[in-house]
């Protein structure tokens, strides 16, 4: 795994950070004459500003300038001191993720936020670790970054998450079938591994119809799913044969014998999914107004002021702005230099996000929060509609081990 590979470097880089940082003058906070700090708190942004992943890093950018401004109440300043952003893009690639963060942790950043990719969450955790800074994941959902470790929270959901999610169409899970659709790749074997994990475990039965991704005629595919009749059909696909999926999973009529789930992603690609659209239960993180809470409105209210569109991870960003003015404002706003006291101060911390009650669970950081069913409608130009929500303990994912 590129995370053992990459071990020892980071060990020795983590070790010499620790060791410039705690020499005392160059990193010492200015203070007042009453013995609070006045020096900026210092947040460092590492993510996709470029790649792969750059439409979800710009959602992530402007929910969290919406979160700063909400939560410092338009000040931008925890207690006395300015709250100071430095962007640093990692175009995807953990590799710049961590350099990136090395060179803020040895400016004196006690903050780190971001991650956009859960490769590059799971290296800078590690990084974050061994140099007692604050790290607060971003959309990245891999499960690995609950339970971390003591300096590592994330800002958006998880991975089992949205598979209780999709699950809820079902209830009782025990004794059905369910069958994941995906493409032969990490993205989606990660997938195949989660729903057998999560669902499995819970008394399903699953199975998997892997397709290569060379794949242009998805007839014989869509036929088997059709054949199999699983009670659940979940879909994980990404790229540019998705409409082409679609339309073969539609003209073999797999909507007829199963129902099909797949994740609701940003609003850019609703009109992929094609004349099935309404026939898909779709599980959701977030999309614009799923929250119905007034955190929401002054969040949408922020970005659209802003020129900016609220989707599927502006929440990310918004949330990770309200949980770091909450850890750096502790002490006020001394915390932004203590590790350990901004921990303590987000451990079982319960606050009104834009999604709703949103819960930091003390024992290994899980974010608790609502997921939510939903459908599209519209035809070519698709909305997004509620179908469900659901209440975060429904979805809560087991406490994760301690590692």
Not at 63 to 76: Q, R
């Amino acid at each position: 795994m590129r995370q053992t590979r990459l071990a020892v470097g980071l060990a020795m880089s983590a070790a010499l950070l620790t060791t410039a940082t705690a020499c005392g003058s160059p990193q010492q906070a200015a203070t007042g004459g009453d013995g609070a700090s006045s020096a900026p708190v210092k947040v460092g942004l590492v993510y996709s500003k470029s790649g792969p992943l750059a439409s979800y890093g710009k959602e992530y950018l402007e929910g969290f300038k919406a979160g700063l401004d909400y939560a410092t109440k338009g000040s931008n300043k925890v207690g006395k001191r300015t709250v100071e952003v430095t962007e640093v893009d990692d175009a995807g690639d953990p590799a710049k993720a961590v350099a990136g963060a090395k060179d803020l942790i040895g400016k004196g950043h006690k903050i780190i936020a971001g991650s956009t990719a859960s490769g590059v969450a799971v290296q800078v955790s590690a990084l974050a670790e061994q140099n007692k800074v604050l790290f607060v994941s971003g959309p990245a959902a891999t499960d690995a970054v609950t339970g971390a470790g003591k300096y590592t929270f994330r800002s958006g959901r998880q991975t089992w998450q949205d598979i209780r999610t999709a699950a809820a169409s079902l209830g009782d899970v025990k004794g059905k079938k369910v069958t994941v659709f995906a493409q032969d790749s990490a993205f989606g074997q990660a997938n195949v591994a989660a729903v057998k994990s999560v669902l499995g475990g819970a008394g399903a039965t699953a199975d998997e119809i892997m397709v290569p991704a060379s794949t242009s005629d998805f007839t014989p595919f869509a036929t088997k799913a059709h054949d199999a009749k699983p009670d659940l059909l979940f879909v994980a696909w990404a790229g540019t044969t998705a409409q082409a999926m679609w339309t073969a999973l539609g003209q073999q009529g797999v909507f007829d014998v199963t129902t099909v789930v797949t994740g609701l992603d940003i609003a850019a690609t609703w009109p992929t999914y094609g004349p099935v659209a309404g026939k898909i239960s779709f599980l959701s993180h977030y999309f614009a107004g799923a929250g119905g809470t007034e955190a929401e409105k002054a969040m949408t209210d922020r970005v659209t002021k802003a020129g900016g569109t609220v989707d599927l991870f502006t929440v990310d960003g918004f949330t990770a702005a309200q949980m770091i003015v909450h850890a750096a404002g502790s002490t006020n706003g001394a915390a932004g230099d203590d590790a350990d006291a901004m921990v303590k101060s987000l451990e079982g911390w319960s606050f009104d996000g834009a999604k709703g009650k949103l819960t930091v669970r003390a024992e290994d950081h899980a974010l608790l929060q609502p997921m939510f069913n939903a459908k599209l409608t519209g035809g070519a130009t698709p909305r997004a509609e509620l179908v469900k929500k659901l209440e975060p303990e429904a979805v809560a994912p087991p406490v994760a081990t301690k590692k």
